[in-house]
Nanobody
Framework: QVQLVESGGGLVQAGGSLKLSCAAS????????MGWYRQAPGKQRELVAT???????NYADSVKGRFTISRDNAKNTVYLQMNSLKSEDTAVYYC?????????????WGQGTPVTVSS
């Protein structure tokens, strides 16, 4: 199993930028699909972005062109660069690591880091 710790959240004005980090321990992330999800107050958790083991990325339509997910397997860390932030980006952001090996799925979550965008 992999343990995930997010950092980098905080308060930012609309139009500003933040960079979130997700540091992993206990296992190398090179074999995991990594992702960022978010949950706004009163709403369900939703996908923000994922990055596959080979580096291909996928984004929610709401963040395309503004957010960039990246991974540094040597540092065992995943990042989410968030630009042109909007008030609707306010949420707790969670890091996720998932892999399937021999039919067994390992799905790991961090504790989350809050992001507040003031308008």
């Amino acid at each position: 199993q992999v343990q995930l710790v997010e950092s980098g959240g905080g308060l930012v004005q609309a139009g500003g930028s933040l960079k979130l980090s997700c540091a992993a321990s206990g296992s190398r992330i090179s074999s995991y699909v990594m992702g960022w999800y978010r949950q706004a107050p009163g709403k369900q958790r939703e996908l923000v972005a994922t990055i596959a083991t080979g580096g291909s990325t996928n984004y929610a339509d709401s963040v395309k062109g503004r957010f960039t997910i990246s991974r540094d397997n040597a540092k065992n860390t995943v990042y989410l660069q968030m630009n042109s932030l909007k008030s609707e980006d306010t949420a707790v952001y969670y890091c996720n690591a998932i892999r399937t090996t021999f039919g067994q799925t390992y799905n790991n979550w961090g504790q989350g880091t809050p992001v507040t965008v003031s308008s």
